[in-house]
């Protein structure tokens, strides 16, 4: 009999401790983590003591607390949660997200997970945002549905991305009237952390904020794992 040796999701290279993880301790490093100093609403890098127009926060939000920068072995290591069948990696993505050092889980009364259509759950076998949720703290609340199919907002233009979303995210449709009624008093009046494992363009994170404020939330804040380059700090 031949047994296989577990190999790391990000560089291929064989573990040598396959208990602990499907990331290796110096890909866990690798990752392109934000540090301090970071702008408080936005996330983005402060060079020079520069304050920040803040580039980087979707519409909606109070403000967004991003871990790290889409790239090298940060995009190895979602792609393999996403799609690679490691939902234990949730664990270890939420701890980072858990240190963010302007992420206040002490001012949050409701964690709602970004929502995935249907289909895309079914094919993944769960929804990555409501994975890193539940290893936040706070209660979660699953409040919010994607209606219709939507393409990846990565994948068009500036003028389309704008129409993408239109009536795509709405306050779960598919409860009871008592059900709804419930969830909308608990969503009155609460500050409440979106939480999504990406963010590209942030129309996904401002399309949901919009839909929460709605109901009546007075506080939208947003965590994410990690953004896409291309965007920083732009001081005044």
């Known amino acids: 009999?031949?047994?296989?040796?577990?190999?790391?999701?990000?560089?291929?290279?064989?573990?040598?401790?396959?208990?602990?993880?499907p990331v290796c301790q110096a890909c866990w490093t690798d990752v392109p983590w934000l540090a301090e100093p970071l702008c408080r609403r936005c996330s983005?890098?402060?060079?020079?003591?520069?304050?920040?127009?803040?580039p980087d926060l979707p519409a909606g939000l109070d403000a967004i607390a991003c871990a790290a920068t889409y790239a090298g072995t940060a995009r190895g290591i979602l792609h393999a949660f996403k799609y690679g069948g490691h939902q234990t990696l949730g664990d270890g993505l939420a701890a980072a997200?858990?240190?963010?050092?302007h992420l206040d889980l002490d001012d949050v009364d409701l964690v709602v997970p970004v929502p995935l259509h249907p289909w895309r759950r079914w094919r993944r076998?769960?929804?990555?945002?409501?994975r890193l949720a539940s290893g936040l703290g706070p209660p979660v609340l699953h409040a919010l549905a994607r209606w219709r199919w939507t393409t990846p907002q990565s994948r068009l233009g500036a003028a389309t991305r704008r129409h993408n979303l239109d009536g795509a995210i709405r306050v779960h449709p598919r409860l009871?009237?008592?059900?709804?009624?419930?969830?909308?008093?608990?969503l009155t009046?609460?500050?409440?952390?979106?939480?999504d494992d990406v963010?590209?363009?942030g129309g996904t994170l401002s399309a949901c904020a919009a839909v929460l404020r709605e109901t009546g939330v007075v506080h939208v804040t947003a965590a994410v794992v990690a953004r896409t380059p291309g965007r920083g700090a732009a001081p005044l």
């Open 176 to 186: 009871t009237r008592h059900g709804r009624q419930a969830l909308l008093q608990r």
């Open 125 to 130: 076998g769960f929804n990555q945002a409501e």
């Open 1 to 21: 009999m031949f047994l296989l040796a577990s190999r790391c999701v990000a560089c291929g290279l064989v573990l040598p401790l396959p208990s602990r993880g």
């Open 44 to 54: 983005a890098p402060l060079v020079d003591g520069a304050r920040c127009r803040c």
């Open 199 to 201: 963010v590209t363009t």
């Open 189 to 195: 009046g609460a500050r409440v952390l979106l939480v």
């Open 97 to 101: 997200l858990q240190q963010h050092p």
